[in-house]
Nanobody, 125 residues
Framework: QVQLVESGGGLVQAGGSLRLSCAAS????????FGWFRQAPGKEREFVAA????????YYVTSVKDRFTISRDNAKNTIYLQMNSLKPEDTAVYFC??????????????????WGQGTQVTVSS
């Protein structure tokens, strides 16, 4: 079983950048695909980005393509989400998640087995 702890959230002006980190412990890091999801007030939790277990494939929701980059450091057991050109609509709580099943689909919440507590990202206009 893996534990996930997110960090790096905060308040930033529109156009700014943040880098989120997700530290994993208690499991075999290379056995998991990882995803980032976000949930804005009053909205459903939505997929943002995902990365395969060896990092050779990445996936993004259309609204963040070319602005966000997901990466993983298997030596540090950490997942990152680099967020550039932030917009007010990116404001949300961001969650890291891990999945064990090998699937071609990465964007569905139901595929993920473990979740972090989330970190708040607020983008002011």
């Amino acid at each position: 079983q893996v534990q996930l702890v997110e960090s790096g959230g905060g308040l930033v002006q529109a156009g700014g950048s943040l880098r989120l980190s997700c530290a994993a412990s208690g499991g075999t890091f290379r056995s998991y695909d990882f995803g980032w999801f976000r949930q804005a007030p009053g909205k459903e939790r939505e997929f943002v980005a995902a990365i395969s277990r060896i990092g050779d494939n990445t996936y993004y929701v259309t609204s963040v393509k070319d602005r966000f980059t997901i990466s993983r450091d298997n030596a540090k057991n950490t997942i990152y989400l680099q967020m550039n050109s932030l917009k007010p609509e990116d404001t949300a709580v961001y969650f890291c998640a891990a999945k064990t099943r090998l699937t071609a689909l990465y964007s569905s919440r139901s595929l993920y087995d473990y979740w972090g507590q989330g970190t708040q990202v607020t983008v002011s206009s």
